[in-house]
């Protein structure tokens, strides 16, 4: 069973609805966010959305799902083996 909960969350996919609506699955962390940025953490890496009056309106961290509204500027994708936050050492030694 275990295995089968693994691959639903290891499965990651982001729809955009006209540029107003974001909705993400595969998201294991979300490290911070306000109105312009969310920075959040997928099974495929980090990621970094930007834009304008941004509202986390959903967030299920046992289905790793995630709904964003507002006026979606950029969808950037990090690096890919970042799938957590850094501890403080090492956001030091970054």
Not at 82 to 93: C, N, V
Request: hydrophobic letters at 35%; a negative charge.
């Amino acid at each position: 069973m275990n295995e089968v909960n693994n691959q639903k969350s290891a499965i990651h996919n982001i729809i955009l609805e006209g540029r107003k609506k974001l909705s993400l699955s595969g998201v294991t962390d979300v490290d911070r966010f306000d109105e312009s940025t969310v920075l959040l953490y997928t099974c495929m890496g980090e990621m970094t959305v930007r834009g304008t009056d941004l509202h986390v309106n959903g967030l299920s961290v046992e289905s790793g799902e995630m709904s964003i509204e507002g006026e979606i500027k950029s969808i950037v994708y990090g690096d890919p083996e970042r799938r957590s936050p850094l501890s403080f050492l090492g956001k030091i030694f970054r």
